[in-house]
T-cell receptor, first 115, second 112 residues
Framework: EAGVAQSPRYKIIEKRQSVAFWCNPI?????LYWYQQILGQGPKLLIQ????????DSQLPKDRFSAERLKGVDSTLKIQPAKLEDSAVYLC?????????????FGPGTRLLVL | RKEVEQDPGPFNVPEGATVAFNCTYS??????FFWYRQDCRKEPKLLMS???SGNEDGRFTAQLNRASQYISLLIRDSKLSDSATYLC?????????????FGQGTILTVHP
């Protein structure tokens, strides 16, 4: 079974530029998550989709971050404009059924460096 | 206070040693608990779920104390391949939509 796919794997941009990340979850997984992991910290949830609807975006900096999952499958996360503190790994994860015991499967992440 | 707190370590142990990690969580309504493992520059992967009765998977034993809001992971007979960051993870939302909150992670290095 194919895992969660993400692209690009690495991105270097200058501050105030914009950037977009793409995620393709495991086939059939209704729930998709975007996490931000800053060096030395655990992943922090940015946004959670159930199919193409947003379940939780309480920790998404909405002045600069946006995400969509238009057809309930692939998702994109955008940052515009980027700040230095956005340097992090952006992880996408998916799960089949987000019950309390359901495992989340993570993609390899996109490493973003903002200069 | 952080929602999920872990000692970041690092823990440096020799092969064959037994090592234990602890984690506390702040929300008493938390529903489920996990340990994830993250290798250097890799994504987190589920190591094991944590059940109230305690559970074991080979050399790994996880325990939960709901009264103290405390979770532990014990690794026996450490191997070089156990070197990784161990993330304590709590499902903070008791609805049908699980929300995982991750601790900072505890770094383990097993040396020859």
């Amino acid at each position: 079974e194919a895992g969660v796919a993400q692209s690009p794997r690495y991105k270097i941009i200058e501050k105030r530029q914009s950037v977009a990340f793409w995620c393709n979850p495991i086939s059939g997984h209704a729930t998709l998550y975007w996490y931000q992991q800053i060096l030395g910290q655990g992943p922090k949830l940015l946004i959670q989709f159930q199919n193409n609807g947003v379940v939780d975006d309480s920790q998404l900096p909405k002045d600069r971050f946006s995400a969509e999952r238009l057809k309930g499958v692939d998702s994109t996360l955008k940052i515009q404009p980027a700040k230095l503190e956005d340097s992090a790994v952006y992880l996408c994860a998916s799960s089949l059924n987000p019950t309390s015991g359901e495992t989340q499967y993570f993609g390899p992440g996109t490493r973003l460096l903002v200069l | 206070r952080k929602e999920v707190e872990q000692d970041p370590g690092p823990f440096n142990v020799p092969e064959g040693a037994t090592v234990a990690f602890n984690c506390t969580y702040s929300n008493s309504a938390s529903q489920s608990f996990f340990w994830y493992r993250q290798d250097c520059r890799k994504e987190p992967k589920l190591l094991m779920s944590v059940y109230s009765s305690g559970n074991e998977d080979g050399r790994f034993t996880a325990q939960l104390n709901r009264a103290s809001q405390y979770i532990s992971l014990l690794i026996r007979d450490s191997k070089l391949s156990d070197s990784a960051t161990y993330l304590c993870v709590v499902n903070m939302r008791g609805t049908s939509y699980g929300k995982l909150t991750f601790g900072q992670g505890t770094i383990l290095t097993v040396h020859p």
